[in-house]
């Protein structure tokens, strides 16, 4: 793990962003809880998404479905026999890794030496191997051939590659039996295809539209040593777009655009966003971009734009014996709609926004750690501290956070000297401080204090709530 990265994991944990779970038991491996900070975040990024996608869509509908689904659902999408990753075991350490990982890694490693050609021959073998009919087969084939070794044990002492399918599973009812396996959902999606017909007919929606809906996921990741980046248990925010077949491509390109500027107005700089295309289409895909994040570990999905076709909900019909048509009044006809999804990782974006937010600045004679979060995302947006805790300040700088509490999170501290609350409040990412003095008691003006250039504005304590809004929509990514 980089320095940078560790540093951020440790701000997580001692202000309360995120802790490792069952940590008084030694730790569950890949599975984080949020605290008091973490969860606020969590909330405001939550929110974000479902305005820009169901409030701001009138064709687009929202929907909170199970987790526990119908077995046969994962039979029809194709998990249950298709959902798996190739796994490889290092003989010397028994550590595990993911096979195609660890080919990523070599050309990683071939293009920071400047070795492009050969990163490029690499690339070409993983496609051509991920590709291939029997892909365990040719992706350990490029491992051999390239001789990668283990990165944690430097052998090459490897197993051969094997697939490793991803659900958890357990059983519904007392008795465990084959029979009631069931599993935890390892995507949110399903659960939106088999409510299409529910959603379109209550929601009154006519092709295009869509459906949107953010829950918790499961995946039993084979290589989780990266924070929340990859977790066994974690949340996505999906919406499934209904589209007439032929129509899907500029569906595609529309809610690309639309989703990378969703980041961009995260306040994350555009130069730390790419496309990526996919080196092999799954099944059912006609095409498939992700948004890539440059984290302290390297380039790494965020988020998947996908065209799925009408894959799924043909399987569902299938599988369930029920039509899963649309009659085009307009077009006089019936089909199967087609699927443009985007699929957005909520703990990979809450990821995204610590390593963009973490800025270690060196001042004069002093150095800080500063949050720099978007205001409309930061855990808290105003701290409210009076100057000192006497002389009418505190009960001055309560009735101002009164104020302020229904339009925006404040958290009131008189704790300490002053200096030192404005750096609490900077390593958390709070963007505002208000300060109340002996003089607010005079003539009602308070200080602003803003976290990213720390100068300060004397603002009459009535016209508190306008700045604060004018100054959230005015701020721009530094
Ligand atoms: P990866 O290649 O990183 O395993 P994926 O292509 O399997 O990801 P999708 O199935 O497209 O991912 O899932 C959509 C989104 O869900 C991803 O872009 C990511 O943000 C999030 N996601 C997927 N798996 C995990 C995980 N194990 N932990 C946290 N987020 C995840």
């Known amino acids: ?158 197993t051969e590659v094997r697939h490793f399918n991803l659900m958890f599973d357990t059983t519904v009812g007392p008795v465990s039996n084959p029979d009631n396996k069931i599993f935890l959902r390892p995507e949110t999606a399903q659960g939106i295809f088999v409510n299409f017909h529910n959603v379109r007919e209550t929601g009154r929606h006519q092709v295009p539209f869509g459906i949107a809906q953010i829950g918790k996921a499961f995946r039993n990741e084979i290589v989780a040593r990266q924070f929340i980046f990859r977790m066994r248990e974690f949340e996505q925010m999906e919406m499934q777009y209904f589209v007439k077949p032929g129509s899907q491509m500029e569906a595609y390109e529309q809610w690309r655009e639309e989703r990378m500027q969703w980041h961009l107005d995260n306040g994350i700089r555009a130069s730390k966003l790419r496309w990526h295309e996919h080196e092999k289409l799954a099944h059912y895909a006609d095409a498939a971009q992700d948004i890539q994040y440059e984290f302290p ?71 800080r750690t500063v949050m720099k979060f978007h205001p409309r995302l930061a855990p808290i947006t105003v701290g409210i501290l009076p100057l000192v805790k006497k002389g009418g300040m505190p009960e001055f700088a309560h009735k101002i956070e009164n104020e302020l509490k229904d339009h925006f999170n404040t958290f009131y501290d008189e704790k300490g000297a002053i200096g030192r609350r404005y750096r609490r409040m900077d390593e958390i990412g709070t963007p505002f401080c208000v300060t109340v003095d002996g003089d607010s008691l005079e003539d009602s003006t308070v200080t602003v204090r803003h976290r990213d250039s720390m100068q300060q504005d004397r603002i009459a304590a009535d016209q508190l709530a306008g700045f604060l809004v004018n100054e959230i929509s005015g701020w721009k990514a530094s």
């Open 1 to 158: 793990m980089s320095d940078l990265f560790e540093k951020i994991v440790s701000l997580s944990k001692r202000r309360g962003f995120i802790f490792q779970s069952s940590e008084i038991y030694g730790g569950l491996s890949a599975t984080y809880d949020y605290g008091p900070l973490g969860v606020e975040l969590k909330r405001n990024v939550t929110q974000r998404w479902w305005n820009a996608m169901v409030h701001r869509h009138q064709n687009i509908s929202g929907l909170d479905a199970a987790i526990l689904m119908h077995p046969t659902t994962w039979k029809a999408s194709g998990h249950v026999d298709a959902f798996s990753d190739p796994l490889i075991d290092d003989k010397t350490s028994k550590m595990r890794y993911r096979a195609d990982q660890l080919i990523e890694g070599h050309i990683d490693r071939l293009r920071r030496k400047g070795k492009d050609e050969d990163a490029d021959r690499v690339y070409q073998a993983l496609v051509d191997a991920l590709n291939a009919e029997d892909s365990a087969k040719g992706l350990y084939d490029v491992i051999m051939g390239e001789e990668i070794r283990s990165p944690d044990s430097g052998m090459f002492d490897w």
């Open 297 to 367: 570990i390297g380039w790494q999905e965020v988020e998947g734009i996908h065209s799925r076709t009408d894959f799924d909900l043909k399987a569902h019909q299938e599988y369930s014996g029920k039509k899963m048509e649309y009659f085009d009044q307009q077009a006089n006809e019936k089909y199967i709609p087609y699927v443009v999804e985007t699929s957005v990782g909520l703990d990979r974006t809450i990821l995204t926004l610590l390593c963009e937010a973490y800025r270690e600045e060196e001042l004069e004679g002093d150095s």
